[in-house]
């Protein structure tokens, strides 16, 4: 599975970088190349990780539908009665949860993409920071790499919880 899932990673950043790089001049000098660079390595990642949720979601799915059947089995009616509890909390978790997950993702790319210009646009100039204050320069990297980390953490949790 985790062969599966690295060689997704692989095909999808290289078929980015291609199309990045096939783009006519006009349209490539319209893009920062921060973003760019982001979305090739740190959202071919996040696609990835789709896919991986959805092999593990797939196997406990086949798990649960085997114990399932198998508590119909021995006694239906306090399977059925489980099922509607279980369904109600799901619902509930659901409610609660799902926005704030969209919520954090929204903001983990935001810092994210902050995060990749603030380092782009200082190595690229290096001859401007070195005339200039280095603090000021690394306050805005301390600032986007701290909300992008509290961005990621949220997001990390949220992702935990059971979504149905």
Do not use: C
Not at 95 to 105: A, D, F, Q, R, T
Request: net charge positive.
């Amino acid at each position: 599975m985790m062969y599966f899932i690295h060689s997704r990673y692989k095909l999808i950043a290289n078929r980015l970088f291609k199309r990045y790089l096939n783009l006519s001049y006009k349209n490539f000098i319209r893009h920062n190349t921060s973003s760019l660079v982001k979305v090739i390595v740190n959202e071919a990642v996040n696609v990835t990780e789709i896919y991986w949720f959805l092999l593990v979601l797939l196997s406990e799915l086949l798990v649960f539908l085997f114990i399932y059947s198998l508590l119909m089995f021995v006694n239906y009616k306090i399977t059925l009665i489980i099922s509607l509890i279980i369904a109600v909390v799901g619902v509930a978790v659901k409610l609660l949860i799902s926005k704030n997950i969209k919520y954090s993702g929204v903001k983990r790319e935001k810092y994210q993409k902050m995060f990749y210009e603030i380092l782009n646009k200082n190595f690229n100039n290096v001859k401007m920071i070195k005339l200039q204050s280095k603090n000021e320069n690394f306050a805005e990297l301390q600032y986007a790499s701290d909300k992008y980390v509290e961005a990621r953490i949220l997001g990390g949790t949220l992702q935990q919880i059971p979504r149905y």
